[in-house]
């Protein structure tokens, strides 16, 4: 049959500035939340994760805010850099179940 | 942190042969695997999960007799794709969770495999 493929959402920002990418999740269970960075042709790489108990969690340059009640996430990064460009996927789990569903995906395009 | 790898890094196949991909965890035991495809600009779908010493758990719409998988030993997961057809053509990923590592279900990734399907 025929196939549609899906284009990814983009973001494209100037080196230097913060980048905000968002993410709806699915499943009102889910209790732990991941964010990964995939370079192309690469797998994913884990950049930071944050609980269900918590509603922000920061790392070097990079900060996740959980908003439980439109289940909501999304990913902070300051002072982009170009190798911060590549597709981002937020991931949703259950710690009881162990299993993780991946969101759709963002390109993110650091313009130099 | 863990690492998991995936040989082959990529593999080209002629249409109606079979094709096997090895995910191995380096240093550490992985009681459960994850098996995902990711088709191009799109996002990665779990396809099955991998059990030491049991039956793999497949998602919903993937046929298990055509992704065999076998998880022999605590650092070794392998998925076999029968009798490809073009359109398995794809970007095959698989994880593992080190039960060591807390009580978090943070997953490490393979690098991943392009399967080329002719």
């Known amino acids: 049959g025929e196939s549609v493929g899906l284009h990814l959402p983009t973001l494209s920002v100037q080196e230097g500035d913060n980048s905000i990418i968002n993410c709806a999740y699915s499943?009102?269970?889910?209790?732990?939340f991941i964010w990964y960075k995939q370079e192309s042709g690469k797998g994913p790489q884990f950049i930071i994760d944050i609980r269900s108990n918590m509603d922000k969690r920061q790392g070097q340059r990079v900060t996740v805010l959980l908003n439980k009640t439109v289940k909501h996430l999304s990913l902070q990064i300051a002072a982009t850099q170009p190798g911060d460009s590549a597709v981002y996927f937020c991931?949703?789990?259950?710690?009881?179940?162990?299993?993780?569903?991946f969101g759709a995906g963002t390109r993110l395009f650091v313009k130099a | 942190g863990a690492v998991v790898s995936q040989h082959p890094s990529r593999v080209i196949c002629k249409s109606g042969t079979s094709v096997k991909i090895e995910c191995r965890s380096l240093d550490f035991q992985a009681t459960t695997m994850f098996w995902y495809r990711q088709f191009p600009k799109q996002s990665l779908m779990l396809m099955a999960t991998?059990?030491?010493?049991?039956?793999?758990?497949?998602e919903q719409g993937v046929e298990k007799d055509k992704f065999l998988i076998n998880h022999a030993s605590l650092t070794l997961s392998t998925l076999t794709v029968t009798s490809a057809h073009p359109e398995d053509s794809s970007f095959y990923i698989c994880?593992?969770?080190?039960?060591?590592?807390?009580?978090?279900?943070?997953?490490?990734f393979g690098p991943g495999t392009r399967l080329t399907v002719l």
């Open positions: 991998s059990n030491e010493g049991s039956k793999a758990t497949y």
């Open positions: 991931a949703e789990t259950n710690t009881g179940g162990f299993k993780t569903i």
């Open positions: 994880s593992a969770r080190d039960p060591l590592a807390g009580d978090n279900n943070e997953q490490f």
């Open positions: 499943n009102s269970a889910s209790d732990y």
